[in-house]
Nanobody, 125 residues
Framework: VQLQASGGGLVQPGGSLRLSCAVS????????MGWFRQAPGKDREFVSA????????YYGDFAKGRFTISRDSSKKTVYLQMNSLKLEDTAVYFC???????????????????WGQGTLVTVSS
């Protein structure tokens, strides 16, 4: 699959953004769609994931209660709704796709086969 992320931008602390990841190519219920982020000088970090064939969602600890992942199969798009944004949420956000990932493997970027180009989220006052 090919992925294209969009929706990043500049937002004040406490604000919201919704990221989108357009998916093209053949998808299946075995796909897991994930969001990762990478801040300058830091490793790529798991944000959230959702199974393409189900509505099971998974979140990194920092994202729980603030971020919501969803997918629209008819539009072939995955969304990441981010609320109550903090300064430390500033990063480039990437969407990724992997096949047949069990829960324990979703956290690792190395298990995802396809990546979008990233979209920059800057949280600043």
């Amino acid at each position: 699959v090919q992925l294209q992320a969009s929706g990043g931008g500049l937002v004040q602390p406490g604000g919201s953004l919704r990221l989108s990841c357009a998916v093209s190519g053949r998808t299946s219920s075995d796909h897991v769609m994930g969001w990762f982020r990478q801040a300058p000088g830091k490793d790529r970090e798991f944000v959230s994931a959702v199974r393409w064939g189900a509505n099971s969602a998974y979140y990194g600890d920092f994202a729980k209660g603030r971020f919501t992942i969803s997918r629209d199969s008819s539009k072939k798009t995955v969304y990441l709704q981010m609320n109550s944004l903090k300064l430390e949420d500033t990063a480039v956000y990437f969407c990724a796709a992997g096949l047949r990932l069990i829960v324990s493997s979703m956290w690792s970027a190395s298990n995802y086969d396809s990546w979008g180009q990233g979209t920059l989220v800057t949280v600043s006052s």
